[in-house]
Each structure stands twice: as structure tokens, then as C-alpha cells.
């Protein structure tokens, strides 16, 4: 059991994207019948921002800032005040994807364009990490590397479905 909690809790990008998945499981479930594709974009949308970009990067502030030892050397990192920067600018993403989890398309818009940049600069930084420093650490070169990845890639898409089928979420 120990070592279910500290995967889940050291892959915690992973872990919010499932419990996102379930919750709009849970939420289509309840949800009139029968469910049209824009019903299960804006369930799967709402909930990703809320659990992959809000609770996601509220938890890696909560790690940088007040435990930003133990992030530096699970990323393979020594400790800095970068760590501090890290945890606050995670807090901003952190409180816009809250704020888009049921707004408009364009706070969702801003809800995934600056955490993506931020994921997708992060996987280069590991890329060059695990090629110049051969820094294959779990935090640099594990599920965190690839969740870098398919979080962007996913909201991106999920940001094209909902404008693709018209239908913003701040309008009834």
C-alpha cells in the first residue's frame, strides 16, 4: 500500500488527470439523457481544467514552495530559491484553472495556453536534462516528463472541440 500512495502522490499530474476523468464519468452518469457530443466536451473540459490545471498545480505549489527540497530531489535538482518561483508561478495557474473550470471559452482559452507553454517548456528542460546531465530521475524522466506532454496535448484539444461545436460554457 505504501507504495500505491507514493506513486500516486509522486505522480500526481497522472493521478489529477484520472480523478478529472472520474469525475466527469460521475458527472455524465448524472446528466440528462441522452448526451450529445458537446454535453461530454464540456464534462470532459470543465473537469480536466478543474483537476489537471487547478488542483495539479495548486498541489506542485504546495510541493515547491513549503517542500521544495524534496521536489529538487525527486526532479534530480539541487535546492534553490528557483523552487520558490516555481510554487507561485504554479499558484497562478493553479487559480485560473479553478476560475475557467465552468467560464467562458476564453478564460478556458487562457486556462490552457499558459500552463501548456509551462508543461511544454518543462519536458524540453527534462529532454535537455536527461541528454546533458543524464538526469533520468523519476521527477525529470518518468510519468511527470510524459504528462507534460499529453496535458497540453489534451487541453489543446479539448479547447478545439468545445469551439469546434459551439458551445460556451458561459452561456446557457
Do not use: C
Request: cysteine-free; proline content about 5%; charged content about 10%.
Amino acid at each position: 500500500m505504501e507504495d500505491v500512495i507514493r506513486f500516486v502522490l509522486s505522480n500526481f499530474t497522472l493521478t489529477f488527470l484520472f480523478l478529472g476523468l472520474i469525475a466527469s464519468a460521475i458527472a455524465l452518469l448524472r446528466a440528462p439523457k441522452p448526451l450529445t457530443a458537446p454535453v461530454v466536451v464540456e464534462s470532459l473540459f470543465s473537469y480536466f481544467l478543474l483537476f489537471s490545471i487547478g488542483f495539479s498545480f495548486l498541489y506542485n505549489f504546495v510541493m515547491h514552495t513549503f517542500f521544495g527540497e524534496m521536489a529538487a530531489k525527486f526532479i534530480g535538482w539541487a535546492n534553490s530559491p528557483f523552487q520558490l518561483e516555481v510554487g507561485f508561478a504554479s499558484l497562478g495557474f493553479a487559480l485560473v484553472g479553478f476560475l475557467a473550470f465552468r467560464r467562458s471559452f476564453d478564460l478556458r482559452l487562457a486556462a490552457v495556453v499558459g500552463p501548456a507553454m509551462f508543461l511544454l517548456g518543462a519536458a524540453g528542460g527534462h529532454i535537455y536534462q536527461m541528454i546533458d546531465a543524464g538526469n533520468f530521475a523519476p521527477g525529470n524522466a518518468g510519468v511527470i516528463f510524459y504528462t507534460d506532454i499529453i496535458v497540453p496535448a489534451l487541453g489543446f484539444l479539448l479547447l478545439w472541440l468545445q469551439h469546434r461545436l459551439g458551445r460556451d460554457p458561459a452561456t446557457p
